[in-house]
């Protein structure tokens, strides 16, 4: 699943989800490029409980953010407000012949 990000009728990046944990970013310039990592590789905190004696213990851990398809199209829209610009939806996927290209032998 791909965004765009279009400013002034004009792309700015694009993000592809390709699974749990991969995002991969593309961007017209720099500085653009290294808001959109940040942005995607972001770690998140939880709490963890600990295996001591006292199961009460509890830590705050952090691990890199693993994107569902749900939490990246949520991300993608927050994304854009924060760059001033649209984000839209890319078809992604193979590209399927015509009916007579599929056919012809």
């Known amino acids: 699943m791909r965004y765009e990000f279009e400013r ?10 390709e699974g749990p944990g991969q995002v991969t970013v593309e961007a017209a310039d720099e500085a653009t490029r290294a808001r959109l990592e940040r942005f995607f590789r972001s770690e998140v905190a939880y709490m963890s409980g600990g295996f001591g004696v006292d199961d009460h213990d ?3 851990s952090v691990r890199r953010r693993d994107w569902t398809p749900w939490e990246f199209e949520r991300a993608c829209r927050h994304l854009a407000l924060r760059l001033g610009a649209r984000a839209r939806r890319v078809a992604t996927g193979p590209v399927e012949g015509r009916p007579e290209e599929v056919t012809a032998r």
């Open 8 to 17: 002034e009728g004009r792309t700015v990046g694009s993000a592809l989800w």
């Open 58 to 60: 509890e830590a705050l």
